[in-house]
C-alpha cells in the first residue's frame, strides 16, 4: 500500500490543502492499494489561479512549440506503456493485454494525432475582407471518469495543450493513479509551470469545485449524464463553455442481408471489452425476427471466449467492474431484466469469484424497446438481444432511447448499411466492422451529451474566434 502525496500544481508536487485522503482498490482482489489526497476547493483555488498565469505564456507560443511538447508527451507514453498498463490494471482491472493495446495504445495515438493538428489546423482563416482568428478559450476544467482513465484525460488535456489553453484535470476518484503516473510524464517533458495541473479528489467536492470556479473559462466533462446534466446548468447559470460526453445505449442492428454470424461475434465483442464499461457500447442488439434464434445461439457461443478472472492471466478476457457500487447496479438490472420477462440465455447474476467485482458475461433475449434494460445504460458485460419486424421497426428501435451516443449497422451491402446509418439518430455508427478512427468526432446526440472530442472537431472545442475587418 503506497500513500501519494500533493497534488500536481503550478509545475510541482504540492501538499494538499486539507488531510483528508481516498482510497484506491484493485477490483480483481478487493484490495486497498494506495491512498491520494482528496482534494478541496482550496487545492482547485490553486490549481486555476496557476493555470490562469500560465495562460498568457502559453497561448503566445507557436503552434510549432505546442505541437513539441505534445509530441514529447507522445513518446513518454510509449515509452512507458508497460507501467501505465500496469497501474490502469492495478486499478480499474482491465486484462493487461486490454490495457496495453487499448488503455495506453488509444491515448497514444490520440495524442499524436495532436502533435501533428497543432502543426496543419489553420488557425486564422480569411472570409471575404475579414481575418478570423482562432483564440484559446483561455482556463479549462476537465472532470473525467475512471472506464478509460488515461484516454479520457489525454482526449482533453492534448486538444487544450494544442489550442494554447491551459487545463486543470480531476480525475475520477476511483482511478487517480493513472492521472497522478500522467503528470509525472507531462513535468518530464518540461511543460512550463501551470500549464497542465491536477487535483485528485471527490467529485460533489474538487469535481464541483472545479465547474463552479469563477476563472474556469470551459468545463469539459466526461461522465455519466445525471452530473453533466448538473455540470451544464452551472455552467449555463454562469455563461461559460461547457463540453459534455456522457452516457450511451447503442444499437447494433443487422440487417438481413448482413454476415449474421460475423455481426454477432463482432457485436458481443464490442460490448465485453473493458467488461461493459464503455459509453459507446453496443448494449443493444438488433435482430430481424426470421432470424432471432439463430442469433441468439450465436450470442451464447460467442460469449462462451469471454472468461472473467485474474486480469494478468492471458486467459482471462474479462476482468472485474470497477467497484464494489457498479457491481450492485448492474446485478440490480440482471435481477430487473428478468423481472420484466427477457431470458438469460447465457451468465446471470451468480457471480464467477468469490472475491474480486465480477459480473459473468451475459446475454438477455426476448428483450422488448420498452424494459428498462433495453432504455437505461447498465455499463457491464450484459448485451440484450431485441426482435424487429422490418427495416422501419428496425430504427424506430435503434432511435428509441433518450440516448444517441454511437452504433453499428451491418449490411450485405455497404450502400444498404450507410442508408440505414444516415437514418439513426447518434453521433457516430460503424459500417460493417468500420474500425474506431482517433480523428474522426466523438460525441452524442439528444442526452449523450454536448460538443465533439477527437480530431479537429474536438481541437475547436477549445477554440474561440476573433474577427477582424480589413
Ligand atoms: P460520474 O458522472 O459519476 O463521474 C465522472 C466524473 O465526474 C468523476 O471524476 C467524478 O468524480 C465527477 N463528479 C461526480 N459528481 C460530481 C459533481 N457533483 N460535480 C463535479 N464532478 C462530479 O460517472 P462515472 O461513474 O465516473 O462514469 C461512468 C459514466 O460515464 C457512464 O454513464 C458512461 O457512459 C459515461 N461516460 C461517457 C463517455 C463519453 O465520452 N460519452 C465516456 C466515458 C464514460
Redesign the pocket.
Known sequence: MKAYDGMYIGGSWRPAAGTDTISVVNPADEQVIATVPAGTAEDVDAAVRAARAALPGWAATPPAGRAAYITALRDLLVARTDEIAETVTAELGAPIALSQRVHVGLPVMVAGSYAELAVTYPFEEKLGNSAVLMEPVGVVGA??????PLH?IVAKVAPALAAGCTIVV?????TPLTARLFAELVHETGLPAGVFNLVTG???VA??A??EHEDVDLVS????????R??GAIAGAAVKRVAL????KSANVILPSADLAKAVKVGVANVMSNSG????AWTRMLVHTDQYDEAVELAKAAVAAYAAGDPHDPANRLGPLVNAK?RTRVLGYLEKGVADGARVVAGGPEAPHPTGYYVAPTVFADVTPDMTIAQE?I?GPVVSLLRYEDEEDALRIANGTVYG?AGAVWAGDENEAVAFARRMDTGQVDINGGRFNVVAP???HKQ??VGR?LGAHGLTEYLQTKSLQL
Do not use: H, M
Not at 460526453?245 to 450511451?248: A, F, M, R
Open positions: 472532470i473525467t471518469p475512471w472506464n478509460y479520457q480531476k480525475p475520477a476518484e476511483d471527490l467529485g460533489p469535481g464541483q472545479l465547474a466533462f466526461t461522465g455519466s449524464t445525471a452530473v453533466g448538473r455540470i460526453e456522457l452516457g450511451g464499461q464503455t459509453c459507446s457498479q445504460e455499463f451516443l466523438f460525441g452524442g449523450s451529451g472530442e
